[in-house]
């Protein structure tokens, strides 16, 4: 690439979107969220060339960044700024009215700023002067809502009206949806054959994610008569359950699964459509009966009974659970900000850093999907993925590892959460994990959490190596782990009443002679339980650098719930 010259320099930016992502219902909503606006950056940075760019690096990226940077002809900088929004802005407009063969307003979205800095020669200066003019538009919100009269809010996003009725194409039993022209848009996205979405097979479910390593499981072992005969009761059940209108929409298959790909009908279904039905509880006459039992068809009691049989049969024939829960993994590089505003502030060490940023998306992808999870979105300087359960910690360390500290640290929120629950509460969760990690000092920090199916939770916080634990994750697995139940020794989780039972005379003891005394008295409720002096100098490292819960300080009490979880539900 030839020396850059000097020229406007112009910073383009579209808000909201993890509010946009957020505001989701299911996997298929939080993806098509984030293909969405991937796609709205792309046609923005399309609209200038390779050469110009800053930010990304090219515009034939996957997806671009958020923030698009270029530097153009001196002169034409306010021009080409408008021009990259509008394309942007009429792209979206010509989606909604693709789907709805009409004009709808969708206010405030999408919402796109711009700045540009004159040319003068000095790069550094104008890089300044653009991201203050952003920083401070950001803070300029235009409340452009019209009033709307008789409709309701959107289910998703209330800050927008409901559409009074569904557009056309969509099934009838998502035709009772109560959602805005920019819901909808989100919603068909995958659907709907005039949308430009990069996927047409929609995303797994979380229930599928949960299951995906049973699911695995269960087609390693296919040729094995008792499974493939359970699979194929399993599968009858479910279309005599859903109808066979619903039973024709199939989710995403998880990347992992496809791995295992077997050629039968019958086993394709077990990639695609099995997630939700592995669970014996998941059959439940009622339940059922209230999603599928509409439309005029009848959710027949025997159907639901064999389902749960064979569900059952399955299970004890493998010998091995389903897992209810999954995990939202999110990461975040930490003050990528100062990285890119440290000497040299030239746009050929940006363009390397976009370039690194690019590498990085393509390793959180792999790390991701080799570990059977799906990527919401993995753009290098930030990550949003839903896992397995037992393979969540995995992912968050190995997408730690892949970025090191080029160009700097990655601070990474893990939050387990019941596969039923809510998804919208569980990515909010997720987030303010993240931005509890990530304010620690130095960040360069994890957060582990999780909520379970009845609403209980607990989180830790704490950097990825801190004295004296050093590798936090690591240290979480303190607790001995389920397959080890009927072995001897072994930390016990009834050590957890007695650190809750004893919290206040151990804190009153911390203080004691540098803490001699409360060590030794934790040593003693840890051996008392099966646990070894060496798990009690971790437990007492866990509370010594916990950030999440400084009530009880240092008396690891949160750390031992989450660690308590994780040897009951991701092992």
């Not at 989606?95 to 800095?117: C, H, N, Q």
């Not at 300029?140 to 998703?156: H, M, N, T, Y």
């Not at 298959?253 to 998941?282: M, T, Y």
């Not at 979105?377 to 590892?401: H, K, V, W």
């Amino acid at each position: 690439m030839s020396a850059p010259r000097a020229g406007d320099l112009v910073a383009i930016s579209l808000s909201g979107v993890q509010v946009f992502i957020t505001e989701s219902r299911t996997t298929a909503d939080a993806a098509n969220a984030s293909d969405i606006v991937g796609r709205l950056a792309s046609l923005v940075a399309a609209r200038f060339t390779d050469e110009e760019l800053v930010f990304p690096y090219s515009a034939r990226v996957a997806a671009a960044p958020n923030r698009i940077v270029a530097l153009v002809e001196p002169g034409t900088g306010a021009e080409r700024a408008r021009e990259a929004v509008a394309a942007a802005r009429q792209a979206w407009q010509s989606w909604v009215e693709r789907l709805f063969s009409s004009a709808r307003e969708t206010p405030g979205f999408p919402d796109l700023m711009w700045a540009v800095a004159p040319a003068s020669g000095d790069y550094t200066a104008q890089w300044e002067q653009v991201h203050t003019a952003l920083s401070a538009r950001k803070r300029l919100r235009g409340f452009d809502f019209p009033e709307a009269v008789d409709v309701g809010p959107c289910s998703l996003a209330p800050r927008w009206a409901a559409e009074r009725r569904a557009p056309q194409g969509v099934p009838a039993h998502e035709q009772d949806q109560v959602l805005s022209a920019a819901g909808w848009v989100k919603r068909r996205w995958h659907a709907h054959p005039a949308l430009p979405s990069s996927s047409t097979t929609g995303f797994a479910s979380t229930s599928s994610i949960a299951s995906t390593p049973y699911r695995i499981g269960v087609l390693r072992a296919w040729d094995l008569p008792d499974v493939r005969q359970n699979v194929v009761a399993l599968h009858d059940a479910v279309r005599a359950v859903m109808g066979p209108g619903r039973f024709r929409f199939r989710e995403a298959p998880v990347p992992a699964v496809q791995l295992h790909r077997r050629d039968a009908e019958i086993a394709r279904w077990w990639e695609d459509g099995a997630g939700p039905w592995v669970w014996p509880d998941a059959w439940q006459e009622e339940r059922l009966t209230r999603e599928y039992g509409v439309g005029g068809h009848r959710v027949d009691p025997a159907a639901v009974r064999r389902g749960r049989a064979a569900a059952t049969a399955l299970r004890e024939s493998l010998e091995v659970e389903p897992n209810p829960y999954y995990a939202v993994v999110v990461a975040d590089l930490d003050s990528l900000g100062k990285v890119l505003s440290a000497d040299p502030v030239d746009p050929t060490r940006h363009r390397a850093l976009s370039q690194r940023l690019g590498e990085l998306a393509r390793e959180q992808r792999r790390e991701v999907e080799e570990r059977q999870g799906v990527a919401v979105y993995a753009g290098g300087d930030d990550l949003l993925a839903f896992t397995p359960a037992s393979t969540a910690l995995e992912i968050a360390a190995a997408c730690r590892d892949q970025a090191g500290s080029d160009p700097t640290t990655l601070s990474c929120a893990v939050l387990f959460v019941h596969h039923i629950g809510s998804l919208r509460q569980a990515i909010l969760q997720a987030q303010k994990l993240l931005a509890a990690a990530k304010s620690t000092p130095g960040k360069n920090a994890v957060a582990v959490g999780y909520l379970t199916g009845s609403g209980s939770r607990a989180t830790t916080v704490r950097p990825w190596e801190a004295h004296p634990v050093g590798d936090a994750l690591q240290a979480l697995r303190t607790f001995r782990p389920v397959d080890a139940l009927h072995t001897a020794g072994g930390l016990s989780p009834r050590l957890l009443n007695d650190l809750y039972r004893e919290r206040w005379a151990l804190m009153d003891l911390a203080s004691i002679d540098r803490g001699r005394v409360y060590a030794k008295e934790v040593a003693r409720l840890v051996v008392r339980h099966g646990g070894t002096e060496e798990d009690a100098r971790v437990l007492v490292g866990l509370g010594a650098c916990e950030h999440a819960e400084p009530e009880w300080a240092p008396v690891p009490l949160e750390a031992a719930k989450v660690a308590v979880f994780l040897r009951r539900q991701t092992w």
